[in-house]
């Protein structure tokens, strides 16, 4: 699959108190915020969390995690990031006209996707959203809750991920750990160091037609 939009992949508390402050020092060490939430949180989603989190401290990528209520969609969850350190993203499970394939698309969360331009680039018709069993199977996660970490369920490395350029540059990220009551920050370079683990393909793509305002209260 050629195009002139691709560059391919594979490169070496409380909420709203103060928290960007030190950000640097703290990515040194694995921090915990608003633990006062992680009551909320199922033992299924608590699982969920500590095989991301365990993976994180084996691979020796620091982390900070923020507990919070649910955060289903992008709307309520800027309410909590707006606060947070990282560069914070929109994740899209897609699949295939055939259903034989399946992708994760990954862009900056005030931007908004091209679907017409990501379906020509990717030549294999037209896209559709995964189903919340194809989620579960290729991903282990729930609607609301779709995150890279989901890699860590994907053995066979069946799922390809489409990342906007503009995220290649970022110093530091953040995702669900795959249970949307929690938010991991991360570097940047160190989410590429954990797909490269992972070791599904990915490639860089520009597919987003630009920043939307985001939503304040």
């Known amino acids: 699959m050629e195009s002139n ?3 391919t992949g594979n490169i070496e508390g409380n909420i709203g108190a103060n928290i960007n402050e030190n950000v640097e ?21 608590l699982f969920k969390i500590e095989a991301v989190l365990d993976l994180l401290k084996d691979l020796k990528i620091f982390y900070q995690i923020w507990f919070h209520p649910p955060l289903p969609t992008i709307d309520a969850a ?5 606060d947070l350190p990282g560069t914070h993203c929109k994740n899209l499970f897609f699949r295939n006209h055939k259903g034989n394939r399946h992708y994760l698309i990954i862009y900056e969360c005030s931007h908004i ?3 017409h331009s990501l379906e020509r680039c990717l030549k294999e018709g037209k896209l559709s959203f995964a189903s919340d069993s194809r989620m579960q199977k290729y991903l282990g ?3 609301g809750s779709v995150s890279p970490f989901g890699l860590i369920n994907d053995s066979e490395r069946h799922t ?34 954990f797909l490269d683990y992972c070791g599904n ?17």
Request: proline share 5%.
């Open 201 to 217: 393909e990915y490639q860089f793509i520009s597919f987003v037609l630009g920043a939307i305002p985001v939503k304040s209260r």
């Open 78 to 82: 800027m309410e909590y990031w707006k």
């Open 160 to 193: 390809r991920l489409f990342i906007d350029e503009t995220l290649r540059e970022a110093g530091q990220i953040s995702f669900h750990p795959n249970d949307n009551r929690a938010t991991v920050v991360i570097k940047g370079e160190d989410f590429f160091r």
């Open 113 to 115: 996707l091209d679907i």
């Open 25 to 45: 020092e703290k990515t040194q060490e694995n921090i915990e915020h608003s633990s006062e939430y992680k009551s909320g949180v199922d033992p299924d989603g």
């Open 141 to 143: 996660v729930s609607p």
């Open 5 to 7: 939009h691709f560059f």
